[in-house]
T-cell receptor, first 118, second 113 residues
């Protein structure tokens, strides 16, 4: 079964500083990888995804992530954080559903809470 | 606008009562999912459905039930057998034609006392 680890429960950065959120996954085959963001009391919004091809993927809001197969990692980065980026971030890995259908289940990490200081 | 609707936003129930959470989508997605979110626990899959009239248990299905009678609707019933039902519940949907990414609703916060 697949699993996702986000080692950092809470990260605090200053506005304008760079950001890297870590994600490590465990999955036997080529994974489908996602990063989602959640504002307090809200649903999740997809930031970016990786399926194949270029290992550096660009997402919305200036975020990017790099897939490193050798390290089983999919870290999220942003060169300059804005106060509006404060939220909780979830990494997820996708795998086929039990019935073998074409829709995938996602396994989520426990999240990293980002605080941005002015 | 297409999207996922969950209602109500907040729900309060007494212990021992069953409660049904609504999830509707107009994205024409085949698959729908229910997750439970607790502080520090991430999202855990309760049930999912890949097609109408079919659904599978997720990782924490005990004490929950679902139905999928229509493509756009996937209600979740939290039964009295669920030992710790107070949580934030999220519904999502996906399409095989959109590379399996899941779209989420705004969530329902259920409080049982």
């Amino acid at each position: 079964a697949q699993s996702v680890t986000q080692p950092d429960i809470h990260i605090t950065v200053s506005e304008g500083a760079s950001l890297e959120l870590r994600c490590n996954y465990s999955y036997g085959a080529t994974p489908y990888l996602f990063w989602y963001v959640q504002s307090p009391g809200q649903g999740l919004q997809l930031l970016l995804k990786y399926f194949s091809g270029d290992t550096l993927v660009q997402g919305i809001k200036g975020f990017e992530a790099e897939f490193k197969r050798s390290q089983s990692s999919f870290n999220l980065r942003k060169p300059s954080v804005h106060w509006s980026d404060a939220a909780e971030y979830f990494c997820a890995v996708g795998a086929p559903g039990n019935s073998g259908g074409s829709n995938y289940k996602l396994t989520f990490g426990k999240g990293t809470l980002l605080t941005v200081n002015p | 606008d297409g999207g996922i609707t969950q209602s109500p936003k907040y729900l309060f129930r007494k212990e021992g009562q069953n409660v049904t959470l609504s999830c509707e989508q107009n994205l024409n997605h085949d698959a729908m999912y229910w997750y439970r979110q607790d502080p520090g626990q991430g999202l855990r899959l309760i049930y999912y459905s890949q097609i109408v009239n079919d659904f599978q248990k997720g990782d924490i299905a005990e004490g929950y039930s679902v139905s999928r009678e229509k493509k756009e609707s996937f209600p979740l019933t939290v039964t009295s057998a669920q030992k710790n039902p107070t949580a934030f519940y999220l519904c999502a949907s996906s399409s095989q034609w959109s590379s399996y990414e899941q779209y989420f609703g705004p969530g329902t916060r259920l409080t049982v006392t």
